[in-house]
């Protein structure tokens, strides 16, 4: 799923799994923009993942894309049990219009504590 939500488990007899998403949690968000120079770029895809607990299992994760079309900002909000931490990291794949990417990177890893990102700094 692509929900960053931590499940909670509803404790009534049912015949089927039930996920109740809870808005109890203090909320990690961070905005996402992407300002790139569209005639060179054709698509970014963002991978934000945030590890709302120490250890590799506990990790809230959402996927984004922007193209010119669709280049609003777009908002990661995961569930934040500890407010110490912030760090959300990023995975980020750059498509390039034919012949368009120069000495560009096709792949970047980042990690931010902001609440704000412009992917196109880092490209």
Do not use: C
Not at 21 to 32: A, E, G, I, N, P
Not at 64 to 92: M, N, Y
């Amino acid at each position: 799923a692509n929900s960053p939500h931590i499940p909670a488990v509803l404790s009534e007899p049912t015949s089927q799994d039930v996920y109740l998403f809870s808005s109890l949690y203090h909320q990690r968000v961070l905005t996402l923009s992407a300002n790139m120079d569209w005639q060179q770029v054709e698509m970014v895809l963002v991978s934000a993942s945030y590890a709302y607990r120490p250890g590799d299992d506990d990790i809230l994760q959402q996927v984004f894309q922007f193209t010119e079309s669709d280049a609003a900002p777009q908002r990661f909000s995961a569930d934040q049990l500890d407010p110490q931490r912030l760090s959300v990291d990023l995975e980020i794949w750059f498509t390039y219009q034919p012949g368009r990417q120069g000495d560009k990177p096709e792949y970047v890893q980042t990690s931010t504590v902001q609440d704000d990102i412009d992917i196109a700094n880092l490209n």
